[in-house]
């Protein structure tokens, strides 16, 4: 896993170098290279985090979660991650108008997704009150 993380840190790092260096010249190829640096980190991670998923998934089963809180709870991280993942992007471009949209439209799927966990949540705390619906 520390190798993997080493490999990721430097192929940013020469990105990072590459960038900068043809930023001034050809700023076109710079977000290019930018683009294509973050697609290839997030191909990257895909492997590993393959194999959490299936981890997450093999522990709930044993403890007897439902998996449905499960999947809506990695649903929630995954749009966390890709709305923020979305937004530096669009900062990269120059694009400060659009990132904070996109980082507004992330939070409100992961509110429109959470409803149903705060729903069982308020019915089980109302189950455990005295007198509660």
Request: cysteine-free.
């Amino acid at each position: 896993m520390v190798i993997e993380i080493v490999q990721v840190v430097g192929f940013g790092l020469i990105a990072t170098f590459l960038i900068m260096v043809i930023n001034e010249q050809k700023p076109v190829i710079a977000l290019a290279i930018a683009l294509v640096t973050g697609a290839m980190i997030f191909l990257f991670i895909m492997a590993p985090l393959q194999a959490a998923l299936e981890l997450i998934s093999t522990l709930s089963g044993q403890a007897g979660i439902n998996n449905m809180y499960i999947q809506t709870l990695l649903k929630i991280i995954g749009i966390a991650y890709l709305s923020e993942f979305g937004a530096h992007i669009a900062r990269d471009a120059d694009q400060e108008s659009i990132a904070s949209k996109i980082e507004l439209a992330g939070k409100m799927m992961i509110i429109m997704m959470a409803i149903p966990i705060f729903q069982v949540l308020i019915e089980t705390v109302l189950a455990l009150i005295p007198g509660g619906a």
